[in-house]
Every structure is written in C-alpha cells, then in structure tokens.
C-alpha cells in the first residue's frame, strides 16, 4: 500500500501513501433503478428519520440523497425536501435530474426559483432577507424541493423557527462544516430540530473528520442517526479506468515558484493549489505567483475570449488551456472561467482545460473528471481539506489509469538553529500520510480468535483456521476480518458503532496529538510502545466517551490501535515484498497479503499489538530519506522537551499496574527485565509520591 518514491525536489521525502486498485467496475455498475452501489446502500434505508452518508467525493451522494428525497416525498408523507449546500457553486449539483430514464420511479426536479444558489447576491445579512422570504414562501406552497446554502438556512430558521421545518426533510450536504461546539449556529439548530423531533434529517459527508477537532455531532445527538458507509477503498477497487493512486509530500527550498515545475508535469490534467497569503510558503503576491507558474509552463500566446482561458505554448509546441481562478481584479472575467469550467457541454470533453490554478477554490463540489494530479503548495491542517483536494483527482474517466496527490512544502536547511517551523510541518504532513493511509485502507471487523468465520468473507485457500488467528475478506464491501487473542469487545450498542463505524475519526485525534507523533517518532529509544498505545491513545478515547464504561472505552483503545497497526505492520511487510522484488506480483492484492503475512506469522495478540509503535513503519521510511543532520537535531530537540510522569501518567500507570496484578498475582517489578513492566512500576511510584506530596500539602494547610 505505501512505497517510498524519490523526492523531485531534494533529499527529503516525508512517506508517500501508494495504492493499486482491483478495477472491478462495480462502483459504476447501476442496478435496476439507475443506482451505483453507494446509492443502493444507502436507498436501503431511506426510511430512517435521521441519515448520515459518509462516503467519499464522486461516490454519487447528490444523487443518492435524491432517490431518498423523492421516497420520503411520495411514500413517506412528508411535505418538502431542502437541500442544504456549504456554498453556490455546490448547488448545481442538485440541478434537474431525469432519474425515471434510468428506471427510478420519479424524477429530481428544482424549479428555477427555487434554487436559491442561482438567486444573484451573496449570502449575507442584506441579501439574506430577501432569500429568507424566498423560504418563507416556498414553506407556503406546494412545490417540493428547495435549494439553498447553509448561510441560508441559517438565517431563515432563526426568522421562521424550527416548527416551520415540521414533516420536512432537511438534508446537509457537506454535513462536516457543522460543530456540536454551541458557537456553531447551524449545530445548535440541527441539535434543535433532532430535539423537536418533527423534521427528518439526511446528512451527507465525503470526509467526517473537521481540521479543528470539535465534534460533528455530539454523542447523543448521534446516536440517533442511522449510518451509511461507503470507504474510499471500496470506491477506488471498483472503478473502471482508475488503476493506482499515489500521495506524496515533498519538502524544497528557495521559493515555491522554482520548485514547483519538479513536479508539475503539463502532460498531466492537474488542478495547482498555492499557498493561502498567510502561509509560509506564500511570496505575499498571488497573482505574481500565477504568472511565474504559467511563464515556467511555456510561452504566453494570450487569452481565449470565449473561454478567458489563458493559451500557453510549451517548448514542445502544444497549447496548453489554463484557467486562473486566482485573479479576482476582474469580476465579469471571473465569471467567465468559472462558467466555460461548469459548461455542461464540455463535462466529457477532456480536452476542454489542461490545468486549473487556484487559491480557495476548486475543493469541494468540483467537478472535473479528467483531473489527475492535484498540487498543492503548503500544508494544509485540516484532514477534511486534503480528503477534499485528493477527490478532485479521484474521478474515473476513460483512459485516465492513475491519479496523484502532491503536497509542497517549505523546509529550511539543516544547520539552521531554529527548525521548529519545519518539524511542526513536518509532523503534521507524516500524521496527514498516515491518517490517509487509514482512510484508503480498508473497514476492519476485528474479533477475538475462534469468534468464527463470518458469512462473506473468503479466508483464504485453506478456509476458516480453528484455533488460529485468521484474517478473511469480503470483496463486495471491501471489510477485513482479522483476529486477535484477547481482544476486548464492546458491550453497549454505542461503542459496537464506534468500533465499526468510527475508528478512523479517534485515529484522527491521535495522529493530530503533536505529543504523541514527537515521541513515536523521534523519541522512540526513551518512550515504549504501550506509553502510545495504551496511556495515549487510552486519554483520548476516555476524553472523547466519557460516558461510556470502561470496558468499553478499552474496546474502543484497542480496536482502534488495531486498525492502525494492522495497516503499518502491513505496509512494513509490503516494503519488503517490494524490496525482494515481488511488487508487481503482489498488484492490487498487496494490502490483503501484507496483513495475512502480519496476522499469520505471529499468532496475533492484543499485547503484541500494543507492543508495536504505531509509527515504526513512517520512521523506516523518513529515517533513509531524511538527512542525518537534521534529524538529530529534530530528535535532540525533542529529548530535550521530554518530561517526567505528569500525575494523570501516574494515575493511568497505576490503573494498568492494577490489571498487571490481576494477571500475574503480583505488582510490577522496577528491576524486570520487561521495560514496559519496569514503566507500569515507575508509575506506581510516581503516583505515591504525588498522593505523599498532597498528603503533606494537606496536613501543612491544617496546621496553619
């Protein structure tokens, strides 16, 4: 699944995700009524009152969440549909859609009116009193479907109130731009009208991960929706055309403008992202940074009137089409790109446009099948938005076999004294590669060993193992089943669909703890596995589901350290394979092969997987690519930051000491052999002396 490539730019490559595909074309298979497989799952529960679709970009939500809304409207006797979209450009992808011509038994019709994304004006407070009386009136009538932005909605439910959305459904496209922190207006009104209970509610996602780490939903809220999921690993193995698709993040120095061309290949149909103004790697001159990208390119031979695309003639003699989306000196011009960039008429023309240039634009929503690298300069923090970026390019399209995803970064030199910046980037590109990794991978059902072989799943040529840890797959919904000894299992409803449903958003939490990604990787020789696996990893999940018991929040634990170290463990196997030169031989299989080899040859057990660093696999990786310099003095760095037990430390030690007992009939011994038993007895002590410490604070206070 990985495979470490050379750095166009330099000598120092941060790990690149890389993936084969099946091709199996199921993706684009439609049933009878005209459904992809998504949308069937997804249709098979249209009649839930509270829906959330995660599924990735191009999977067909929008049409998915129409075959649902007409249902609701014609069987399920509500009264509306209102579809919400984070911002107009989204809206023309609930445009009229004649479905009875593909079998489905009625067809998506918005009246011209009623798609407010269209209405002239931007969403704000002036303009937003006109669109909330558009609402109020469409309320009154009897049309059914209303298009609208979520700025919209949320003016309009704050003047009409959540009783006028009684017996309608309400459905959230982008749901991921909604916070349960109450600052959110637009979840605190999706928390009111789950409580009023009156409205029925589609929510819809290609990443439900949000870059600033508040909750989608908060858990009670969430509990209520039924989910459907949909991996990008099911969609990418079920393509036709689309055969690979690799990630990479590249460090470089000098300026971006200079850099960039090592890696921006005009043969390619590729969408450039530069960095926003207060980036480090911007030149503080977007539309100089245009130009010198463009001059790089080849000759400028002018702009296309029709079009406004910019006409560039490469040293070959080929014409290249760009459009800048950059430059916003010129409104009408504006319009004109993004107009010719949306024209129906030239959706399957892959000639139309060779490379798009933008700045904020051109993530979500965007539309373009030919894409097949997208560029992007400067890191960017949230998950989402790199999820975002990466579906851009992860069409299919006939002819177009492989797609990549490339990430600039600046990086200073290595005898600089200050290389904090860098690190900072540097830890947040490796969390963002491996938090890819986890989200291409593939959905793991783990059980404990002998739960028994689960009806679709294929366990290799010789069956169901009794008495071994097995691993099984099923092909039709792209699920492991692997294995473990001794694995705890979740207990109430809540932690089962965290454990199936959600592992990649407390994976998120754990791969974005700086803490944690400076120690896994750089701090490897004074910090022990468990201190990752179980005392960290342990924190989060206690922070993000107090409520639940403890048996469950050890379920969740270790459920979750399973799924990222089953994918690494693989990944290190998959290296090796590569290194003995069976890479190709492997092909799509790779993956499946690696976690067999991982799972098979040790006998998987819960204490050896919490016995592995979780980041072992990027450390193989970075520790030949980077230069040796620097990365002593990123580990000296952070040795030297190094603290001792933190009374919440002791007390975690201290509580898995209590288990150690439990399990062996005696305490942990500071003079084991076992330095994570050598650690558990650490913390018992550590934790005398701060209960010594509160005691004496205590009697002081006392004695006057």
Same mark, same amino acid.
Request: with cysteine; aromatic share 8%; hydrophobic share 35%.
């Given at each position: ?69 007409? +249902? ?23 445009? =009229? ?26 969403? +704000? ?10 609402? !109020? ?17 949320? *003016? ?14 309400? #459905?959230? =496209? ?28 589609? #929510? ?30 099911? /969609? ?21 403008? +200079? ?49 406004? *695309?910019?006409? @560039? ?41 060779? @490379? ?36 851009? #390019? ?115 939490? *754990?791969?974005? =703890? ?21 005392? !960290? ?30 994918? /690494? ?26 976690? !067999? ?58 509580? !898995? ?48």
């Amino acid at each position: 699944m990985s495979k470490h490539t050379g750095n166009p730019t330099n000598t120092y490559t941060v790990p690149s995700v890389s993936i084969k595909t099946a091709h199996t074309g199921a993706s684009n298979k439609a049933n009878e009524l005209g459904m992809r497989t998504m949308q069937e799952r997804a249709y098979a529960k249209r009649g839930e009152q509270y829906l959330l679709i995660k599924s990735p970009p191009a999977s067909g939500k929008s049409r998915a969440l129409m075959f649902i809304a007409l +249902d609701k409207l014609n069987n399920q006797g509500l009264k509306q549909a209102i579809v919400v979209v984070p911002e107009r450009s989204i809206g023309s992808s609930f445009a =009229d859609e004649p479905l009875t011509q593909f079998g489905f038994y009625w067809d998506w019709q918005v009246a011209p009116q009623w798609n407010l994304c269209n209405a002239p004006g931007a969403d +704000d407070t002036k303009v937003a009193k006109s669109k909330v009386d558009a609402v !109020r009136k469409f309320l009154s009538s009897d049309d059914k479907v209303l298009v609208c932005t979520h700025a919209t909605f949320r *003016f309009a439910v704050d003047e009409l109130g959540i009783q006028s959305f009684d017996d309608r459904l309400i #459905a959230i =496209d982008e749901f991921h731009h909604v916070s349960s922190n109450p600052d959110s207006i637009l979840g605190s009104q999706l928390t009111a009208l789950i409580a009023r209970d009156k409205a029925h509610v589609v #929510a819809m996602t290609g990443s439900y991960f949000r870059g600033d780490s508040e909750a989608v939903l908060s858990p009670g809220d969430e509990s209520k929706f039924e989910t459907v999921t949909y991996t990008y690993y099911e /969609q990418l193995n079920g393509y036709t055309w689309l055969k690979s698709l690799d990630l990479g993040y590249f460090f470089y120095t000098g300026p971006y403008v +200079d850099a960039i061309h090592k890696v921006l290949d005009p043969s390619l149909k590729t969408i450039v992202h530069i960095p926003n103004v207060n980036a480090r790697e911007s030149l503080k001159d977007k539309q100089r940074e245009v130009e010198e990208i463009m001059h790089g390119l080849g000759e400028w031979k002018g702009v296309d009137p029709t079009t406004g *695309f910019h006409l @560039i003639e490469t040293p070959e003699g080929r014409t290249l089409k760009l459009a800048d989306l950059v430059d916003d000196s010129d409104a009408s011009q504006r319009t004109k790109v993004l107009s010719s960039l949306k024209d129906p008429a030239h959706k399957n023309n892959r000639s139309h446009i060779d @490379i798009i240039i933008a700045l904020g634009m051109a993530k979500e929503g965007f539309d373009w099948i030919w894409c097949e690298h997208a560029l992007t300069v400067g890191y960017r923090s949230s998950l989402t938005e790199i999820v975002q970026i990466i579906g851009r #390019a992860t069409r299919d399209a006939q002819g177009k076999t492989s797609a990549r995803f490339t990430n600039l970064i600046a990086e200073p030199a290595a005898d600089q004294s200050l290389v904090t910046e860098a690190v900072n980037d540097m830890l947040k590109a490796i969390s963002a590669s491996l938090l890819m990794e986890q989200v291409l991978a593939p959905r793991y059902e783990f059980t404990p060993k002998d739960a028994g072989p689960k009806d679709g799943f294929d366990y290799g040529p010789d069956g169901y193992q009794t008495g071994h840890t097995n691993v099984g797959v099923n092909e039709a919904t792209g699920q492991y089943h692997v294995e473990i000894n001794g694995l705890t299992t979740p207990e109430s409803k809540e932690a089962t669909r965290i454990c199936k449903e959600d592992l990649n958003e407390v994976i998120t939490t *754990f791969l974005q =703890d700086k803490t944690t990604l400076e120690q896994g990787l750089f701090d490897k020789e004074n910090v022990l596995p468990q201190e990752l696996t179980q005392l !960290r990893m342990g924190k989060i999940v206690r922070e993000r589901y107090p409520d639940l018991s403890d048996e469950d929040q050890e379920a969740i634990r270790q459920h979750a350290i399973a799924a990222m170290n089953v994918t /690494q463990q693989a990944k290190l196997e998959i290296s090796k394979a590569s290194a003995n030169g069976d890479d190709e031989q492997q092909g799509s299989t790779a993956l499946l092969d690696g976690v !067999r080899k991982f799972v098979n040859v040790r006998e998987l057990d819960i204490e050896l997987v919490d016995a592995i660093n979780p980041f072992e696999a990027a450390y193989a990786v970075l520790s030949k690519s980077m230069d040796e310099k620097l990365l002593r003095q990123v580990q000296a760095a952070i040795e030297s930051k190094k603290a001792n037990i933190t009374e919440e430390e002791a007390r975690d030690l201290a509580k !898995r000491a209590l288990e150690f007992k439990k399990e062996r009939g005696r305490l942990p011994d500071l003079q084991s052999a076992d330095a994570w038993e050598r650690r558990l007895a650490d913390g018992v002590a550590a934790l005398a002396r701060y209960v010594a410490q509160a005691k004496a604070a205590e009697a002081k206070k006392n004695n006057g």
